[in-house]
């Protein structure tokens, strides 16, 4: 007859309401033999490692880290990937159960695991020596269901790191179930088959799980429903400078449609003006910022838009080639302006910088770019570099919300098609103001709404670029009149947005290989459906586009 103790160990204990049981600490509760013996089973390490690929593996070895603290080694899926790949791995886990079924995995591929139970609040505790990188895997960090308990932990895995050490975490797209509701593909993660891995309860405190499989039998994990910013935001408060995120390991991504985040995060010091910037970013501008700093972005701007200038052009033709008409835009709004040596330009989301060398060359002025993408700022002073410009030319990692220039020190402010990608646009307006000399110029161009729009018909667009509403000319107007600029003119240029989008998708199509190639397919076939939205509007006269210039009065304190 057995034991009530060996019964217990046989069962899960939540108590009389299970909604209730919020705890850190019983994570190992929940993790019994039966439900462990079964976790492979639900994993399905063949189909998992055939999706995953090498991603973890990659990053890994571009990052140079060759030894490796895996923090939730589970059943040990990834220490002993990362072993087979050469890599000096040390496997931790808070459970006894998981990590006596890791070693028993390990002993299959004829290796012998060091394991070591700890809890991460206390990691260093039990864990000696500096890693080349922390891994946090398998949805593992939502079991830390206080604020303090997270904020200790991460401070742990920093603490663990080499002072250039990288830690990867991931987590269930938590916002999409609590904002959209449960779906999942069941593709990358919890790839058994005729298994149900689903939430059974979820509030903003829980996520309540069940588990059920082939035999009938059904276990539950309480877990705290992470928001992918709220844990950047903590990663970046215990230290870590640089986050990039991946879904579903894309570097692009729509965010509602992915399972799980990929949190990568590099503990070393990448420039002075990076060290608590990030944070303090709108999620708007840090999604802007996600966005053009991944690699297939990056490279399909670079290759496909127009070169150094990737923005809406101006065309003369149908055929005119891309990089013509997008510096025509640039010569279009200089016009406007009385430009020479003693002006100083300001522009607010620069790119690559191609508007900034063509007014440093053809006037001689003082050109300041602030930019949000640190991989296109490093190829915008590569530029300036390369062209002798750097003396004239100043590039700031930063963001438009928060103008990291001084009270009236600005001629001009110029921007090309990037306001749109502010969270708090009349901000956007007051800090130009602020940084605006008496009688200075604010011009610009954005893709806009028209002020007519009918509700509703621009979702897909929003959706393809993460925006909740798009400016209008309208509203522009009226973001002015509150930070006190005043208009000058607006120039209705609607038409070239059509034209320009229409070009770029020809130009994707003609070029179909060389763009795959550039960014991946699944980039581009993205980017191909979001042009032909934009085409779609533009035409039905959803969308407007041109140059707005207003300015600071001369009286201006």
């Not at 101006?314 to 200089?334: C, G, H, L």
Request: hydrophobic letters at 35%; charged letters at 25%; a negative charge.
């Amino acid at each position: 007859m057995k034991t009530e103790a060996q019964i217990a160990k046989e069962r899960q204990e939540y108590g009389t309401d299970p909604l209730a049981v919020r705890d850190t600490s019983h994570y190992q509760a929940e993790y019994i033999q039966g439900f462990v013996s079964k976790w492979d089973r639900l994993i399905s390490w063949e189909t998992r490692a055939k999706s995953e690929g090498n991603f973890f593996i990659d990053i890994l070895k571009q990052h140079g880290a060759k030894k490796v603290l895996d923090v939730a080694t589970g059943t040990g899926f990834h220490s002993i990937r990362l072993l087979k790949a050469g890599f000096d791995v040390v496997s931790a886990d808070g459970s006894p159960e998981m990590l006596a079924k890791a070693f028993e995995n390990g002993r299959r591929y004829d290796l012998i695991l060091r394991t070591v139970q700890a809890d991460w609040r206390w990691l260093n505790r039990d864990i000696h020596g500096k890693f080349d990188a922390v891994i946090c895997l398998g949805n593992s960090f939502t079991h830390l269901f206080s604020e303090r308990d997270r904020r200790k932990a991460l401070a742990e895995f920093y603490a663990a790191l080499r002072h250039d050490g990288l830690l990867i975490l991931d987590q269930r797209n938590y916002d999409a179930i609590l904002d959209v509701g449960f779906s999942s593909k069941h593709i990358y993660y919890y790839c058994g088959d005729n298994i149900k891995a689903e939430p059974e309860y979820v509030d903003e405190g829980l996520a309540r799980f069940r588990y059920e499989f082939p035999d009938r039998s059904v276990y539950h994990l309480n877990m705290f429903p992470l928001r992918k910013d709220y844990t950047r935001t903590l990663m970046h408060e215990v230290g870590f400078q640089r986050i990039k995120t991946y879904g579903d390991f894309q570097e692009t991504y729509h965010h509602e449609e992915q399972d799980f985040f990929i949190h990568v995060a590099e503990k070393s010091y990448n420039s002075p003006p990076l060290e608590h910037m990030a944070e303090t970013y709108s999620p708007t501008v840090n999604t802007a910022r996600d966005y053009y700093n991944s690699n297939s972005a990056d490279r399909f701007y670079a290759t496909m838009w127009g070169g150094e200038d990737i923005h809406v052009g101006i065309y003369e033709s149908e055929d005119e080639p891309v990089f013509d008409a997008s510096r025509r835009t640039v010569q279009r709004i200089a016009s406007h302006l009385n430009l020479n040596e003693n002006r100083h330009v300001l522009d607010i989301g620069a790119g690559y910088g191609g508007a900034a060398r063509y007014l440093a060359k053809n006037f001689g002025c003082r050109v300041t770019c602030l930019n949000l993408s640190e991989a296109q700022n490093q190829r915008n002073r590569q530029f300036n570099k390369e062209q002798g410009l750097t003396s004239l030319i100043e590039v700031l990692d930063g963001s438009f919300e928060d103008i990291p220039l001084e009270d009236n020190s600005a001629d001009v402010v110029w921007s090309q098609d990037a306001i749109l990608h502010s969270g708090n646009r009349i901000q956007v307006f007051k800090e130009v103001q602020r940084v605006l000399k008496p009688g200075g110029e604010f011009i610009f161009t954005d893709p806009m709404q028209s002020d007519d729009c009918p509700e509703g018909v621009l979702q897909p667009v929003l959706d393809r670029i993460h925006l909740n509403s798009l400016g209008s000319v309208g509203f522009y107007r009226k973001a002015a009149e509150l930070s006190g600029l005043k208009e000058v003119e607006v120039i209705d240029l609607s038409e070239q947005l059509v034209n320009h989008y229409r070009r770029i998708l020809k130009s994707v199509n003609d070029n179909y290989d060389k763009a795959v190639e550039a960014s991946g397919q699944d980039y581009i076939d993205r980017m191909k459906v979001g042009l032909n939205h934009w085409i779609e509007a533009g035409s039905k006269g959803y969308l407007s586009w041109g140059i707005l210039k207003f300015a600071c009065p001369p009286w201006k304190r």
